[in-house]
């Protein structure tokens, strides 16, 4: 009973210390976009540098990172290598996250045209001095 209760502990730990790394990985605005464009179908590099108007080494430090964290593959073919999403679902996850952040900041949106209005003085009480 011990023994499973410090396996689970172990086994929360490290799922933690995974979550918390592919978070790391989708910190970086430029590997979002990486992933979004790997949606797409297999690519190269250059491929990648040139649709994300981004240089050569920068894509690739980003794959390296995607590729860590379990995000992407590559595969050579011949002197070239192509990368693909190593998941669609991380591609979901990105869209389920967008969606929240759009209703956030439609929310504030909203929060900022009530302050604008609740500020404009009334047409009445500035006619009579107010």
């Not at 949606?39 to 491929?47: A, N, P, S």
Request: net charge negative; charged share 25%; glycine share 6%.
């Amino acid at each position: 009973m011990y023994q499973d209760s410090m396996i689970e502990s172990s086994l929360r730990k490290e799922i933690r210390l995974l979550h918390a790394q592919i978070c790391q990985a989708l910190a970086d605005p430029k590997r979002i976009a990486l992933l979004y464009t790997l949606e797409k179908g297999t690519q190269c590099v250059t491929d990648l540098a040139e649709a994300l108007d981004v240089p050569q080494p920068t894509i690739s430090y980003h794959l390296k990172v995607l590729r860590e964290r379990g995000m992407a593959v590559a595969e050579q073919e011949g002197t070239t290598v192509y990368y693909s999403l190593a998941d669609h679902r991380i591609i979901e996850a990105l869209d389920l996250l967008r969606a929240m952040l759009a209703d956030i900041l439609a929310q504030q949106a909203d929060l900022m045209r009530g302050a604008e209005t609740s500020e404009q003085p009334s047409g009445e009480g500035a006619a009579n001095g107010g």
